[in-house]
């Protein structure tokens, strides 16, 4: 199993470097790859404030990630959850972990943030 860090990440997502890109792809075509959720955030961070993304383009180029074959997390769908999350809330990646935590893990979240605390009962009832 490989991990893949957060340029590497960001190398397949944005195809700024297609000789990086390629390599990446090889990578993930020939190894099973672990994408972690610190990872992630990572990606999303940098996307967003260095590169000026959209929340929603990073969210769906994510999801296209883990959509690949040999790609896995090692928090089940949640991490999934969040992503998906992060794409129509305004909240930061993190509290959309959190939030996937608990919603499709069953884990208690204890927070004093409103915003999650809000996130969170909104999710469950959903």
Known sequence: MKILDTNM???FLLDDNVEMAEQVENIIKSNKVLILPEVVA???????????LERKDVSNGLITLLDMDNV??????????AIKLYSRVSLDFVDCLLCAYHTVLGYEIC????????????????
């Open 42 to 52: 990572e990606v999303i961070y940098v996307s967003v404030k260095v590169y000026k």
């Open 9 to 11: 990440i960001l190398r």
């Open 72 to 81: 896995e997390t090692n928090c089940g769908n949640a991490l999934y959850k």
């Open 111 to 126: 927070t004093f943030d409103k915003k999650l605390n809000n996130l969170i009962k909104r999710e469950s009832t959903d």
